[in-house]
């Protein structure tokens, strides 16, 4: 199974910017998406995008749109988060997350998730 790493986490200032990376090993399949997740302190974990590897199709949560791009080097097998304008409410745990699928929801078939890096957005 594919195998997956972030970095690039951080405390910024709110209406800053951050980019995370995620780097995955093995084979990833075109069929599949590879996104972020996030899980902010006392909740649960909340899809925050995708894109689909064999053409690029993304998917954001409402939450997300216009401030955050996801984006994929496929030579480097890795996907990017670039978080703008970025909240308080952006504060989390994110954790890249592989072959992704989507149903009525995104989920992945993979249970080897990275093990997440901490944005904090202060005021």
């Known amino acids: 199974q594919v195998r997956v790493v972030e970095s690039g986490g951080g405390l910024v200032q709110a209406g800053g910017s951050l980019r995370l990376s995620c780097t995955a090993s093995?084979?990833?399949?075109?069929?599949?998406?590879m996104g972020w997740f996030r899980q902010a302190p006392g909740k649960g974990r909340w899809f925050v995008a995708a894109i689909k590897w064999s053409d690029g199709n993304t998917d954001y949560d409402d939450s997300v749109k216009g401030r955050f791009t996801i984006s994929r080097d496929i030579a480097k097998n890795t996907i990017f988060l670039q978080m703008d304008s970025l909240k308080p409410d952006d504060t989390a745990v994110y954790y890249c997350?592989?072959?992704?699928?989507?149903?009525?929801?995104?989920?992945?078939?993979?249970?080897?998730w990275g093990q997440g890096t901490l944005v904090t957005v202060s005021e």
């Open positions: 093995g084979r990833i399949f075109s069929g599949y998406a």
């Open positions: 997350a592989p072959d992704l699928v989507y149903g009525s929801y995104w989920y992945s078939r993979n249970e080897n």
